[in-house]
Every structure is written in C-alpha cells, then in structure tokens.
C-alpha cells in the first residue's frame, strides 16, 4: 500500500492533493517528505475573511512536520500561494494543516500535546526528537484552542482554592468547576488577593456569575466579601476539609511548641516524627503508627489535648440537622476557649465567626461535593511537580489547564493516540 493511501485515509484536504512521497534529507536526517500540490481550479483562501480570491503568486517551498510514522520524521512540502483578497490585499493563504507562521501541523501538535499529557514536556520532546520548545508550542496552541472554544454554560458550582507553586510565598488561585461529571479547571491567576478572584468574576462574566448556586472557598475574609458581592445567587460553603485544615495548622503548631520546650529542657523528644501521626485520621494510620500513637495518647501533652479536640470535632460532620450541628459547635466553641491552647482557641473563634457559612455545608449536602476541589489540587501539585523546570508563570498556567481544563481539542480527522 502507498503511503499516499494512507495518507489519504487519516488526512483529507478538500482543495489540495498529495502528489509523491519520497525520502529526502531534512536537518541532516533521512526523513519522508510528502509534496502536495493545490488542486488545478482551486482558488486561494484568504486567512483574514475566509474567502476565496484569484490567486497573487506563489510563495517558495515549506516544510509542515506531520506525525512522524516508524521513527521516520514526516514532511509535508508546500509552495503556499498568496491570494489577492479585495479586501486585505495580499495575503498568504490559510492551509487547512497549519495555522500562519507554524511549521508543525495541527495534527501534529495535538498528538505532541495529547502526549505531554501523560509524560512531561521534556520527556516528550526527547522521544519525538524535537525541542522542549516544539512541544510547549504544541501544548500552548491546543490550550488556547481550547479556551476559546469551551462551553461555560451549565457551571453553577464552583470551587475556589490557592495552591502554593515555586519557592517562596507564591500562590495560584484556582477556580474549579465542581457540577457531576464536569469537574474541571475553570480558571487559575496569580497571587492570592481580592484583585486575582475581581479578574476571575470579570472574566466568566455577571450573567453566568448570577447563575452560580454553589461556591465553595476557604474562610479567607478578602474572598468571602468578593464571592458574597459577584455571586450573589450562590451558597458560599465553606468546605470540610479547608476547615479540617485549620485544625491541623492549630495541631501543628502546638506540637512544634512542645518539641522546641523539651530541646530546651533538654528531655527526650516523645513527639519525635510524631508529626503525621497526629495530622492523619487515625483509620488512616498503620498498625505500627496505631500503636505509637496509643502510646502518645497515655501522656498528659498539649499536642495530644489538641489532637484529640480534632477528633472531637469530627462527629460535627455527621450531623443531619443543622440546628443540632449548631448545637454541637457551639459547645465545642465554649469548651475550647476554655483550654489553655491557644492555637485552639484561635480556631474556635475562627469556627464562631464563620458559622454562618461553615452551616452552609449542611443545606448543601448532597448536592455539593467540595471534597473534589482537594482531588484536583493534587493533580494540579503533581502537574507543578511534573513541569518543575518551568519557569514562567504563563507555562505553569498553560500546563494546568492543559491536564485539568477538559478542553475540547482543534478537529483532526484522525486520533493517533
Ligand atoms: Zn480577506
């Protein structure tokens, strides 16, 4: 079978023809090089306007990178026209294989995006023997591609979160999509203040804004006041586990405490890697940290006290009723000011002054599942992780949407992977 057959199956290109395929040198290597003609009576395609005019000249050969096949790297070899348009004078004509300048084709540069996908860019650019910048190229166009051509319609749940990236005190706001089956990233900006969650909004829009029924965030004040302001039809729900969170901060920090007092009392460290015992649940734990743990609890510690007033709190989420939910936080509100812990303390006004919204759970539940939000953050980690090396802001932003954004993809007739 000829490779033109083939060719012809996978790519059809109305006004053009694939004339031979040959091997010729490309870049110092041997590489299959498909030459196409455009067809006798066909006229031109003006990129501006999308009309067809007589034909201006012709521009000298160019080599178009196709999906390479057997290791051989493929060529498509163009002499592109430059179309007399009445209107933009003349241009060189739009080809359905690649847009302007780009000397990849589309279809190659979706199938080096659908692999940086799985692998990261550089691993993809070392087996396709391209360069690192090819393959962001690649990605950066279906991104965009994508972006454009999404549908916002129907999200009426959203999540909103900060994830650390870089070194430093550096955030990403992300914004999630959370309605079932269409959990996405919708949007991620820089930094974590009023002005990044205000270009959030101003973006997606006061119409689709109004529409949102469920907004999930933590208690960060500056953002509650925004989601309270632009989401006015929205639940804003503070989510369990941003709430856990705070705990776990409050644990945390007692526990750091208590290891710097027994340093300087020079006694031995009980709460050495003591850390995560305390900071998991306990049926997350092994049957060696359950035992540690058992030991840990017969001391009389402030990190023990704090740890098992999480605990404590944990059973708040059970509750059916919001009004004995109510109950129950108020007494473990009161009962926690009472300690001498201060961290603690610090959460149970925090728990008091958002009581409002953090109740809000419970007139969501079951209709709002925010526990997806912490799913997605960790894609989005293991993204940051797997593009470290990446050092632009706008990288790490393409990278993101790419693996979290569910992006409809430019069309090519054929999926090589
Ligand atoms: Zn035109």
């Not at 067809?39 to 000249?57: I, T, V």
């Not at 050969?61 to 498509?76: H, N, T």
Request: hydrophobic share 40%; charged share 30%.
């Amino acid at each position: 079978m000829l490779v033109k057959t083939v060719l012809n199956r996978v790519e059809h290109f109305k006004s053009f023809v694939f004339i031979a395929v040959s091997f010729q040198l490309v870049n110092g290597s041997e590489a299959l090089v498909v030459e196409i003609n455009a067809r006798a009576n066909s006229r031109p395609e003006c990129p501006e306007c999308g009309r067809r005019g007589r034909k201006y000249d012709t521009m000298p050969v160019r080599l178009f990178e196709y999906v390479p096949i057997w290791a051989f790297q493929v060529f498509f070899r163009y002499a592109p026209r430059r179309v007399a348009c009445p209107e933009h004078g003349a241009k060189v004509e739009a080809l359905p294989w690649a847009y302007g300048k780009e000397r990849m084709t589309i279809s190659y540069q979706v199938y080096l995006a659908r692999w940086a996908r799985r692998l990261s860019w550089k691993e993809t650019a070392d087996i396709f023997k391209t360069s690192w910048d090819s393959v962001y190229r690649a990605v950066r166009f279906v991104v965009e591609y994508g972006l454009a051509n999404r549908s916002l319609d129907n999200v009426t749940e959203i999540g909103i979160d900060e994830i650390a990236v870089f070194k430093g005190p550096k955030f990403l706001t992300m914004v999630y999509q959370l309605n079932a089956g269409a959990r996405r990233l919708l949007w991620c900006g820089p930094e974590r203040r009023v002005k990044t969650l205000l270009r959030f909004f101003h973006e997606f829009g006061k119409e689709r804004s109004e529409k949102l029924r469920f907004v999930c965030s933590d208690m960060w004040a500056p953002y509650l006041k925004v989601i309270a302001k632009k989401a006015p039809n929205a639940l804003n729900i503070l989510d369990r586990f941003h709430i856990m969170r705070k705990f776990n901060e409050a644990i945390d920090e007692i526990r750091r405490g208590e290891a710097r007092l027994f340093k300087a009392q020079n006694q031995e460290n009980v709460l050495e890697r003591g850390r995560w015992l305390l900071l998991k649940r306990p049926e997350n734990l092994s049957d060696k940290q359950t035992a540690r743990l058992g030991d840990l609890l017969k001391l009389n510690l402030s990190s023990i006290k704090a740890y098992l007033m999480r605990e404590d709190f944990q059973r708040f989420w059970e509750y059916k009723q919001v009004r004995f939910a109510d109950r129950f936080l108020e007494n473990w509100v009161t009962r926690a000011l009472h300690t001498n812990l201060e961290p603690m303390k610090k959460v149970a006004k925090m728990l008091r002054n958002h009581k409002a919204l953090i109740l809000n759970w419970f007139k969501a539940k079951g209709q709002l599942s925010c526990g997806a939000v912490e799913g997605l953050n960790l894609k989005a980690k293991l993204t940051i992780r797997k593009a470290y090396g990446l050092k632009s802001l706008k990288c790490l932003q393409i990278a993101l949407y790419h693996t979290l954004g569910d992006l409809p993809e430019p069309l090519c007739h054929h999926r090589f992977c």
